[in-house]
């Protein structure tokens, strides 16, 4: 099993630019999260599913999108980037999600630079 | 909204000294995680506790859950330059189970 993959690993962008982040598993996890991770910060929750077809807001969503068509893949959409979107983004899954969310698994991370 | 604190940021140890981390959260927990990431890598987990006043050991580390769960705990004993990285608590509220919050992180560093 590959786990969860990412790509790209590294990715700059420009201001007001958009992009998907990819992230996919192979391990039939129902649920999947993305997560950014900021100095000093730890991890903040952006959009998780406990489903195929069943997305819903974390902590922080505003400026990105998600959609889950699979149970394997979940990408992450930045709509116009901004500076601030500057962060390392981990995407991560597990088994569960409902009622209780489980062991995270996590991707090997996207590191993005917005210029 | 709900908040997962940990104390301290930063610990420095000489090898062979204990470290421990703190875990307070401001809502009741259905369950604690906790996760180790290495500088560079990604989280990977360690344990989950879901019991009241649960203690749990792996070796050298032993987690500690909260009789009112909305506090946890991390030991680790004769720390070794291994063990360096950063140790995070994550917990799901357990009025919604689905959402988990991460606390900020103990940066762990040994001096060999």
């Known amino acids: 099993n590959a786990g969860v993959t990412q790509t790209p690993k590294f990715q700059v962008l420009k201001t007001g630019q958009s992009m998907t982040l990819q992230c996919a598993q192979d391990?039939?996890?129902?649920?999947m999260s993305w997560y950014r991770q900021d100095p000093g910060m730890g991890l903040r929750l952006i959009h998780y599913?406990?489903?195929?077809?069943?997305?819903d807001q974390g902590e922080v969503p505003n400026g990105y999108n998600v959609s889950r068509s699979t149970t394997e893949d979940f990408p992450l959409r930045l709509l116009s980037a901004a500076p601030s979107q500057t962060s390392v983004y981990f995407c991560a899954s597990s088994y569960g999600g409902r009622p209780l969310v489980g062991e995270q698994y996590f991707g090997p991370g996207t590191r993005l630079t917005v210029t | 909204g709900q908040q997962v604190m940990q104390i301290p940021q930063y610990q420095h140890v000489q090898e062979g000294e204990d470290f421990t981390t703190y875990c307070n959260s401001s809502?009741?927990?259905?369950?604690i995680q906790w996760y180790k990431q290495r500088p560079g890598g990604h989280p990977v987990f360690l344990i989950q506790l879901v019991k009241s006043g649960e203690v749990k050991k792996q070796k050298r580390l032993t987690f500690q859950f909260g009789e009112a769960k909305k506090n946890s705990s991390l030991h680790i004993t004769a720390t070794q330059t291994t063990d360096v990285g950063t140790y995070f608590c994550a917990g799901p509220r357990e009025t919604s189970g689905s959402r988990l919050t991460f606390g900020e992180g103990t940066q762990l560093t040994v001096n060999p």
């Open positions: 599913s406990v489903g195929a077809g069943i997305t």
């Open positions: 391990m039939n996890h129902e649920y």
């Open positions: 809502t009741t927990l259905s369950n």
